[in-house]
């Protein structure tokens, strides 16, 4: 099998060995661009999961587990257990994801069409693909791992946090233009007030 680019929002996958229709082990490598996310926190209901970075770092978590994972490092993600990455860094991420059982390269192109599709993706849409292929979203309050280290929380209310962990992760998937992840934390505080 020849791999099979593609394309959701900024992010790249190459699809190296697609074993959904054997229920095997499948595998493919993952670009991030950087000062980006990927795809809202889930977890798989059929799938365990390995990430192993091949070029800049990745903020991985699972559970509540976030470590930032350069060249050589690894995470894996049991069967049900919450997961998510992004890049806040300042280079491109690549990683290898190793998949057992594999969901399959039909996944990453269904959630293309729907990501891929002009404006803001449609969340209806994307929460019926993942569903679709037993992957289960994580409300906002999840999301509060992925907000830059480094910022002091302490200041800001429950619901602030929501409303600011909400708008980050519903917006359009790629750079803000900001210059680091506080400064658009921050930014976005200031825009909810």
């Known amino acids: 099998m020849s791999a099979i ?14 074993g959904s229709q054997t229920a095997s082990l499948g595998m493919f490598e993952l670009t991030v661009p950087p000062a980006s996310n990927g795809l809202p926190p889930h977890s798989h209901s059929n799938n365990e999961e390995i990430v192993y970075v091949l070029e800049g770092t990745l903020r991985y978590t699972v559970g509540s587990d976030t470590r930032d994972l350069t060249p050589g490092r690894s995470m894996q993600t049991p069967r049900g257990t919450a997961h998510a990455f992004s890049n ?3 280079s491109v991420a690549r990683a290898l994801i190793i998949q057992s059982p594999d969901i399959g390269a039909q996944y990453f192109e269904d959630v293309a069409a729907v990501v891929n599709a002009g404006g803001p993706p449609d969340k209806g849409a994307l929460v019926a693909v993942m569903s679709r292929y037993g992957l289960v979203p994580f409300a906002p309050k999840w999301r509060l791992a992925h907000f830059p280290k480094g910022i002091d929380l302490s200041g800001y209310s429950q619901a602030q946090l929501n409303a600011v962990a909400t708008q980050l992760n519903e917006r359009p ?3 803000l233009n900001f210059e680091t992840p506080a400064e658009r934390f921050h930014q976005t505080v200031a825009l909810i007030g």
């Open 88 to 90: 806040p860094f300042g």
């Open 173 to 175: 998937r790629k750079t």
């Open 5 to 18: 680019e593609i394309n959701v929002g900024q992010l790249g996958i190459r699809y190296l060995v697609d």
